[in-house]
């Protein structure tokens, strides 16, 4: 199988509905940015593999990242197929994400002032994946027509982002 197919050389690219749009386009941007966000997961999954935080916490991340990605590969149908992908992704995928972050909020400390990145290169990442995941909810409010939940499952997923970079960083005894 080719991976090119110089289709886009002319800054051009196909969208699942076969419309031609530019690589500029809005949808391309959302589409872009929500791709960087699952690629940034992946780096947090790897360094939560090859970390040395405990095993219970390690699983329980490692699986939420994992949940995570797969939403995301379903919310970038949804961008790419507009009017296609009804039910695609659902409010029971916002409950979940909002689930996890009321588990995850039990177990961590009260929050009494600002978080400034860089406990450790985990909880760095989950930040840079978090704002990353703000840029992709920044892009997909400009477009026409989309589902209002996609628009909620990225404010929440981060939220998420945040209270599992919070976990991240945590000495060891809140989970």
């Keep these: 199988m080719k991976i090119y197919t110089r289709k886009g050389d002319n800054g051009m690219t196909g969208l699942r509905d076969g419309k031609r ?53 379903k919310v970038m149908a949804v961008v790419a197929g507009r009017g296609r992908d009804t039910g695609v992704v659902k409010e029971e995928d916002l409950k979940h994400i909002e689930g996890i972050i ?19 290169q985990l909880e760095a990442s989950m930040h840079v994946a978090r704002t990353v995941c703000r840029r992709a909810e920044r892009r997909a409010v400009s477009l026409k027509g989309l589902d209002p939940l996609v628009l909620a499952l990225l404010n929440r ?19």
């Design 102 to 120: 009321d588990k995850v909020l039990e177990v961590l400390p009260p929050l009494n002032k600002f978080v400034v990145p860089g406990a450790n």
């Design 21 to 73: 749009v530019s690589k500029s386009s809005k949808e391309i941007e959302v589409l872009g940015s929500v791709d960087e966000l699952v690629a940034n997961l992946g780096l947090c999954k790897a360094l939560c593999l090859e970390g040395s935080i405990d095993e219970a916490r390690r699983d329980f991340l490692v699986k939420t990242i994992e949940d995570l990605q797969k939403l995301l590969m």
């Design 157 to 175: 997923t981060s939220d998420l982002l945040f209270v599992l970079a919070r976990l991240a960083g945590c000495k060891g005894n809140e989970k």
